[in-house]
């Protein structure tokens, strides 16, 4: 009786340790999960809003409430501040001439990396460029 007595207080003890060490394991999973997590949403907010000022600046070269060459600064202002100044703006137009076939198209590129201001799950997407445009119908004057 004195020895299962003994096995049961030393499996005790070795419990608290193991204990431990399983947490030590753990948690640097889960928090590598929970940042990554917060970078792929920073990714996905940083593309929408992308896609949002692209459209938007179309949509005001269209209706000539913007001049084209704006553009890329208006972009720009509307994009997060850690993905501004490694942003590509480019505009192209179908067929500037005529107001009645002309279409607009606003492009923005950028990094992946500098997508998100943690990098945190930088060799994932490592290289890579997001890519964004806008295209919209001129409209005529009124």
């Known amino acids: 009786m004195k020895m299962l007595a003994n096995v049961a207080r030393r499996s005790i003890h070795e419990a608290h340790g193991s204990a431990a060490i399983e947490f030590a394991l753990?948690?640097?999973?889960?928090?590598?999960?929970v940042v990554g997590a917060m970078e792929i949403g920073m990714i996905i907010y940083t593309h929408s809003?992308?896609?949002f000022a692209t459209r938007d600046v179309a949509r005001?070269?269209?209706t000539?409430?913007?001049v084209v060459a704006l553009a890329p600064s208006t972009v720009k202002d509307q994009l997060p501040a850690w993905v501004r100044q490694d942003t590509t703006?480019?505009?192209d137009q179908s067929t500037p001439?005529?107001?009645f076939t002309n279409q607009i198209t606003v492009k923005a590129s950028f990094p992946a990396a500098k997508a998100t201001p943690?990098?945190?799950l930088n060799a994932l997407y490592?290289?890579?460029t997001i890519e964004v445009q806008g295209t919209i119908q001129q409209e005529p004057a009124l």
């Not at 753990?26 to 999960?33: D, G, M, S």
């Open 26 to 33: 753990v948690v640097p999973v889960l928090l590598l999960l």
């Open 49 to 51: 809003a992308a896609g």
């Open 60 to 62: 005001r070269i269209a």
């Open 64 to 66: 000539n409430r913007l």
């Open 89 to 91: 703006v480019t505009v």
């Open 97 to 99: 001439s005529n107001i």
């Open 118 to 120: 943690t990098n945190v």
């Open 126 to 128: 490592g290289s890579s």
